[in-house]
């Protein structure tokens, strides 16, 4: 039979579904203790995510796009006292109302329920999708309240691995290792090429060299003054599923400046700690030094010292000597700032980093990805908890853009200096707690994705945020400074 208009789209809706899906099982299917112990008071239960992620479904899948009536969550496991399936259980779920850390508190559903709610609201929210025409309207068009739902999915996936790493005890989650130096930028095997893997000669000529970069000669990128177009407004392929913080497209006038060509490595962190960076006053921003003396902050989160002395960090449940040519990740935006200042540099603004990494000069329009917009494949960017840590600095001379900035998408999240805010014409859409009740709060954009962000939440427009002392995430450094004047000659490679 003659496929129906809709059934890639169908297709492309399901698949990021089941993705979400796969991954959620594999950090819910641990012993019921650890799903409902509260780990840390910054985060809920994995429990709680659970369930919140099938209410979350239910809302904007089953209700808004379905137009169905609310999934009951103790249908069929035979509780008459069961929760008023619309009121409590949205109420329950509500994050805006119930702050993680009172979570544990709340009369939650338990392991087996949460996981039978789940289930039967993704049994239903497939319904949906089966019988979905995308053209009703502004919520369906595109398939976009399927790609914002298993975004959200997505993310609390991601929230639910800073809490596996928040965990103590043994190890519950495992995954190969991340390539240390530069990999290969294709299929090394005798494997066919997936169709979007890019062939060796379209990787650009990059500074970086083969293995470890050495300190005195990170090498930056000048990307030259001049208005590039920030945003989206994600009308066809990957950008139509752009959440609205990152809408409209607008142009933005960017004056001329440097970015180091690599995130910050582990090794060029531990100079500036062994360098007092965590004593000098100086270096810190007033309220960052008042946060680092009362938490008595002395090295990234996970880090400690073995009995000579060096450096080690914990890592799921293993403790690991660091590895030196990993970018630093759990840092606060108040010790990237310090670093930025121990350094001579500066954190890159929001508009510097998105024209970094979008911004083609030759054809003049912003792209989806530094590469291109070809979507990510794993020759691209380390993404999707495929490892369980950052990949060496420049392992990835794929996802490059051309100019020769590596790891822009991927391995860790990086602090900008900018607070979030709405782009000029923003329209919250379909609900203002997604993004709007966010803006102008105590917040830092950061932008990129880590090892923990899968493809479908993560692209060269997407926008992160969180308090600038939150360093359970899994956000690191890039770096940047002002560049003098520039003649307009076009892009060149300085250097320390
Ligand atoms: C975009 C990561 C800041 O986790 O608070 C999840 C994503 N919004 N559920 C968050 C989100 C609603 C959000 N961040
Ligand atoms: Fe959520």
New binding site residues.
Partial sequence: PAAEPGDALRAACRGALERARRRTRGLTDIPDDQLTAQHSALMSPLVWDLAHIGN?EDRWLVRAAGGCAATPARAGLGDPSGLDAVSGLDDLYD?LQHPRSTRPSLPILGPTEARAYAESVRERAFDVLDHCGFDGDALTADGFVFGMVAQ?EQ??DE?MLATHQLRTGLALLHAPAAPRARRATGPVSADPAPESAVPESAVPESAVPESAVPESAVPEIVVPGGAFTMGTDGTAGTESWALDNERPAHRVEVAAFAIEALPVTNRRYAHFIADGGYRRRELWSERGWRHRVEEGLEAPQFWSRDGDGRWQRRRFGATVALEPDEPVVHVSYFEAEAFAAWADKRLPTEAEWEKAARHDAAAGRSRTYPWGDAEPTEYHANLGQRHLSPAGAGAYPAGATVTGIHQLIGDVWEWTSSGFEAYPGFRAFPYRE?SEVFFGGDYRVLRGGSFGTDAVACRGTFR???HPVRRQIFAGIRLARDYPANDGVGIAAASE
């Fill in positions: 979350q994050a959200h993310q609390h929230t997604y992160n945020w969180d």
